[in-house]
């Protein structure tokens, strides 16, 4: 997993009028929460968080924070991320402090490999779960997990116990839930089925 370095600003001060001028200066209001502190107050620039966290799997790049205080060093992930709904920017965020050594959980997005049979055949595809919970540690945070599809036939899915996990990672969403599913008429399945005459 990625790893980034960001420049931080402790702030005093809280409340709606100090992040509303903190957003007009190019910098996004802050928290960071973590096992055994108290939470603090930070600013970050808004260019650089938004670098900082692009790309695939970005919001679970580790973030190293440089500031002043207990914080410098310390490495943090986005737990929670405001954005405008007009410009796409980020608004506020909230930071997870981790111990590199100790395990987190994150959400991490599927990625669907191959064309499904079944939608050759005509089939619908259904792709009802986008991400799903993992744990690991930090340096194992993949960008994605892979799917593979390219066998699925009208009328089958894929559940989260079928999928394989990456190395050191466990994957803690109910394994009985639906991930991918290939819909169709009635009677697709048995006509894909059926052997040609």
Not at 18 to 27: H, T, V
Not at 129 to 135: G, R
């Amino acid at each position: 997993m990625s790893k980034q370095v960001l420049k931080a600003e402790l702030r005093e001060q809280t409340g709606k009028g100090i992040c509303r001028r903190l957003r007009a200066a190019g910098r996004v209001p802050a928290v960071v929460y973590g096992k055994g502190i108290a939470p603090v107050s930070i600013s970050l620039g808004q260019k650089e968080l938004s670098e900082a966290i692009a790309g695939e799997g970005g919001r679970n790049h580790i973030l190293t924070l440089e500031c002043a205080g207990e914080l410098n060093g310390a490495s943090v992930i986005v737990a929670d991320l405001l954005r405008d709904s007009l410009k796409n920017v980020p608004r506020h965020v909230d930071l997870h402090k981790i111990n590199l050594a100790d395990k987190v959980k994150v959400h991490v997005k599927l990625n669907l490999v191959g064309t499904p049979a079944g939608v050759k055949a005509g089939g619908f595809l259904d792709f009802a779960m986008h991400e799903v919970e993992v744990e690991c540690l930090p340096v194992h945070i993949p960008a994605h997990i892979n799917v593979d599809v390219a066998e699925l036939l009208i009328g089958h899915s894929v559940h989260v116990g079928q999928i394989v996990a990456p190395i050191g990672t466990a994957i803690l969403s109910d394994p009985k839930a639906s991930v991918v599913s290939i819909l169709g008429r009635k009677g697709a399945a048995e006509e894909e089925a059926a052997p040609a005459a």
